[in-house]
């Protein structure tokens, strides 16, 4: 019998405020690194990215920006779906065969860490 492989949740940043928004830049999103690793996001990783203020849904890299920055600047094509100032929720899946448990990151409108879930709904 074959495992059913599932895409699962596996880390998110929950209503992250974008902090700049640059058009002109290649491609990609960065992301204050300390972020990155409480959600357990890889530089380079694919990520899905819902803006909370519009609606905006798209997907794209993630960048590395420093530690303790609180940076969440959206780039390329994709920095006009967003605005200065709106809120992300930022996604990172894992195909598996079994439930996983993600890391999900709570910030403040600095974007530093309030709580890290280990369930949705759960603290």
């Known amino acids: 019998m074959l495992d059913i492989m599932r895409i699962l949740l596996r880390g998110k940043i929950h ?3 974008v902090t700049e928004a640059d058009p002109d830049y290649v491609g990609s999103i ?3 690194r300390s972020l990155l690793e ?3 996001i890889w530089p380079g990783e694919k990520v899905l990215i819902s803006d909370v203020n ?7 890299y993630v960048v590395a920006g420093e530690a303790g920055s ?3 600047c959206v780039n390329g094509a994709a920095a006009r779906l967003v605005r200065v100032g709106d809120r992300l929720i930022i996604m990172a899946f894992e ?3 079994a439930p996983i448990e ?4 709570l910030v403040d409108e ?4 309030t709580k890290i879930l280990r369930s949705p709904g759960k603290g």
């Open 38 to 40: 409480d959600a357990d």
């Open 70 to 72: 609180g940076v969440i």
């Open 102 to 105: 993600p890391h999900i990151v």
């Open 54 to 60: 519009n609606g905006a849904r798209f997907e794209t």
């Open 15 to 17: 209503r992250a405020v």
């Open 30 to 32: 960065i992301i204050d």
């Open 110 to 113: 600095h974007n530093r860490r």
């Open 95 to 97: 195909l598996a065969d």
